[in-house]
């Protein structure tokens, strides 16, 4: 597991982690491109440092629920799939978790929680761990928005050429 060192963000009332290795930034929610007749989990596309990603919602993959407070942010994580911005109530902190605070999951079996991954179990909180390639994978319709993507960037290094 990679998640001794993680970003803790919150959704809703719960907390979650994603291995800092894999955060490339933290923003703040800025023009976001909403494209028709996508999923509904799939906000739209925006670009950060000059790439273009998918911002997916984190309340809505979740709890079918938009997350959208003053607290909102974006969080651009990195995968081998694609880069993508995954928006929750409010990125929270850094923590160290110790080895024997991390507990591997068994939902992994249940298809739509593949991607929680362990429990930290801390004196005061539980946090749940996500990993996010499995996240991205897991959803429905990603695999068609991803070569859509690429498509798009294809076409605009052919104009940039």
Same mark, same amino acid.
């Given at each position: 597991?990679?998640?001794?060192?993680? %970003?803790?963000? +919150?959704? +809703?009332?719960?907390?979650?982690?994603v291995p800092v290795n894999q955060v490339v930034s933290i923003e703040k929610i800025k023009r976001i491109t909403p494209v028709p007749h996508l999923p509904n989990y799939l906000i739209g596309f925006t670009r950060v440092r000059g790439e273009l990603i998918p911002v997916l919602d984190f309340g809505i993959i979740l709890y079918n629920q938009t997350s959208s407070s003053s607290t909102s942010k974006m969080i651009v994580?990195? /995968? =081998?799939v694609v880069n993508y911005g995954l928006v929750v109530?409010?990125?929270?902190?850094?923590?160290?978790?110790?080895?024997? =605070?991390? /507990?591997?999951?068994?939902l992994v079996n249940y298809a739509k929680t593949q991607y929680f991954a362990a429990i930290a179990n801390l004196e005061n909180r539980m946090i749940t761990c996500v990993e996010p390639k499995?996240?991205?994978?897991?959803? =429905?319709?990603?695999?068609? %928005? %991803?070569?859509? &993507? +690429?498509? &798009? &960037? =294809?076409n605009e290094n052919d104009i940039n050429a």
């Open positions: 597991m990679s998640f001794e060192k993680s %970003i803790i963000f +919150r959704c +809703r009332t719960e907390e979650y982690a994580l990195n /995968t =081998e109530d409010e990125a929270k902190e850094i923590l160290n978790f110790a080895p024997n =605070e991390l /507990t591997e999951m068994g499995i996240l991205v994978n897991s959803l =429905e319709g990603i695999r068609e %928005i %991803i070569e859509y &993507l +690429r498509s &798009l &960037l =294809e």
